[in-house]
């Protein structure tokens, strides 16, 4: 799975499409959808206009916190593989835990879509300590990926850590706090150091960290910035200072969310 991700939650319509082309063009391989953003079609459409081949590309999709029954599970891959017309999924998520579903249900249906060779790994979104750990138990295959809100707002050390010990990759999604980190004085003090944005900065944070990362982007510049995040690196001093930012805010809560199971 590739560092460096487009995430394209909110994105629709043509302005989607037009953000694939352009990420792909610029050598984007990792694209990121789901069922609830509702643009499967207008990603596959920035593919095929790409000509990028599909053995090249890591498609990740999630199946939404109501279709958690294995049935419903398994309905669901079969839409997104038609509507993002591939044979198979890189990685397919639980986008959110629904306790009022067995996760045994859930990730056994999971399990069956790799042993289809419709899915290459399965993994979730938005679980917290305990969710990880029961997933960790109940899966039959291995949870290779938690996604999740993580930026330097919304520092979950123990949930990274949590991961690490249980082998699975922590992807952030809205890794720039929806641009509410980009005025931050800490960052832009290391920005200026290095010659390089406040998102590069904060991008580079999470990789250093080891952390997948997925931001969003509508313009070719700002893609572009994104990918310039590997030719510097922070150093222990500056990663401790973002560490140390006081600023504490979740951004994305629904009121489906799990978060108080911690």
């Known amino acids: 799975m590739p560092v460096l991700g487009l995430g394209t939650w909110q994105l629709t319509g043509d302005e989607c499409t037009n953000s694939v082309i352009m990420a792909l063009e610029l050598g984007y391989r990792h694209i ?121 707002y919304l520092n979950q050390e123990d949930l990274l850590a949590k991961c690490n010990e249980l082998g699975v990759v922590l992807t952030a999604y809205s890794p720039l706090a929806r641009g509410e980190l980009l005025n931050d004085a800490v960052l832009e003090g290391i920005a200026a150091a290095h010659g390089k944005t406040v998102a590069q900065i904060a991008l580079r944070w999470l990789v250093q960290k080891g952390v997948v990362v997925i931001p969003k982007a509508r313009s070719r510049k700002h893609l572009s910035d994104n990918m310039n995040m590997f030719d510097f690196e922070l150093t222990d001093e500056e990663m401790a200072r973002i560490d140390a930012i006081e600023t504490t805010k979740r951004l994305i809560n629904p009121p489906w969310a799990e978060f108080d199971r911690s």
């Open 32 to 152: 990121d959808t789901a069922e609830g953003y509702g643009n499967h079609e207008q990603v596959r459409a920035g593919i095929e206009k790409s000509g990028v081949k599909r053995e090249e590309l890591f498609i990740t999709s999630k199946v939404s916190h109501s279709n958690l029954r294995r049935a419903d599970v398994l309905a669901a891959c079969d839409k997104a593989l038609k509507e993002l017309r591939t044979d198979y999924l890189d990685l397919y998520l639980v986008h959110w835990p629904n306790s009022s579903i067995p996760m045994e249900e859930t990730l056994g249906a999971m399990s069956e879509l790799v042993d289809a060779g419709k899915v290459r790994d399965i993994g979730v979104s938005n679980f917290t300590i305990s969710h990880m750990e029961e997933a960790a138990r109940v899966s039959p295959k291995p949870i290779s990926v938690n996604q999740v809100e993580y930026h330097a």
